[in-house]
């Protein structure tokens, strides 16, 4: 996969699962530029890639933050290799009290900014560009409380084959849907966070809990040539977990109503 001098956008790529997909791309000879309502974790990526990196500091969430965001960036690129939507955030669900202002606030993030940001792009798309979208698995199960966030997922995940169809021979469109992925190591100071023990990494079916770079890797594979005849797809990578089955009794779970 060659991305040298490339141009790509990463929403949300200071921290966590877009920092490992922006410093992916950085390690390929890409140029990245970045939103992201993290300042100082913006700045720091940019400090440690210098004019390989274009950061601008915002809130995806809101149109003016798009527009502006758009803006710089062409302004200084011109045209778009790879947008990577992957901003999104929870703020739970129907059991804590989500409001209507917090739902949304989750759908324009999570749903309304892909959207519009692939709008705001599309006449710049260069020949052979990719969009992916970040969803989760989230958007094909739920544990309780989780509507926010299950819903942002759900919608993106929807919006990837409607896309992928409206952008036929402008842009391919794919999305990859994480499970459990740990991202400590992706942002500063989650370091305390508690350790993984051998039953988290044992459930799944790969033996282990996956890891930002995981979800990179798919990410260039995606924005690749190899990848050339793959659009209007999703892509689930999480160890196998939603693929194993399990009732009461079964590896030592029991269900305790």
């Known amino acids: 996969m060659v991305f040298q001098d490339k141009v790509c956008v990463v929403t949300g790529g200071a921290n966590g699962i877009g920092r490992a997909v922006a410093e ?13 309502a993290d300042l100082a974790a913006g700045e720091r990526l940019a400090g440690r890639y210098g004019d390989r990196v274009l950061f601008v500091h915002g ?8 527009r502006a965001f758009s803006e710089t960036v062409l302004r200084r690129f ?37 959207y519009f940001l692939t709008k705001l792009f599309l ?14 698995t989230r958007a094909l199960m739920s544990q309780p409380d989780t509507e926010s966030y299950t819903s942002a997922k759900g919608g993106i995940g929807a919006l990837t084959h409607a896309l992928a ?19 400590r190591l992706y942002h500063e100071g989650a370091e305390s966070a508690p350790e993984l023990i051998a039953a988290d990494h ?33 892509i689930v990578v999480d160890g196998g977990m939603t693929r194993q089955m399990i009732y009461h009794g079964d590896c030592g779970w029991t269900f305790r109503p």
């Open 165 to 183: 169809i409206s952008l036929s021979g402008r842009a391919r469109v794919n999305s990859i849907s994480p499970g459990w992925i740990d991202t």
């Open 123 to 136: 006449d710049a798309f260069a020949p052979g560009a990719s969009v992916v979208n970040i969803s989760s």
């Open 78 to 114: 011109h045209q778009i290799d790879c947008l990577i939507n992957n901003a999104c955030v929870s703020r739970k669900g129907i059991l804590s009290g989500c409001s209507y202002d917090d739902f949304m606030y989750v759908l324009r993030l999570g749903v309304a900014a892909p």
């Open 24 to 36: 992916a791309f950085l390690s390929k000879g890409a140029y990245v530029a970045v939103i992201d």
């Open 59 to 66: 809130d995806a969430a809101e149109e003016s933050a798009l």
């Open 202 to 234: 044992g459930q799944h079916p790969a033996g282990r809990v996956g890891a930002p770079p995981d979800i990179a890797e798919t990410v260039l594979f995606l924005c690749g040539d190899g990848a050339s005849f793959i659009t209007g797809q999703n």
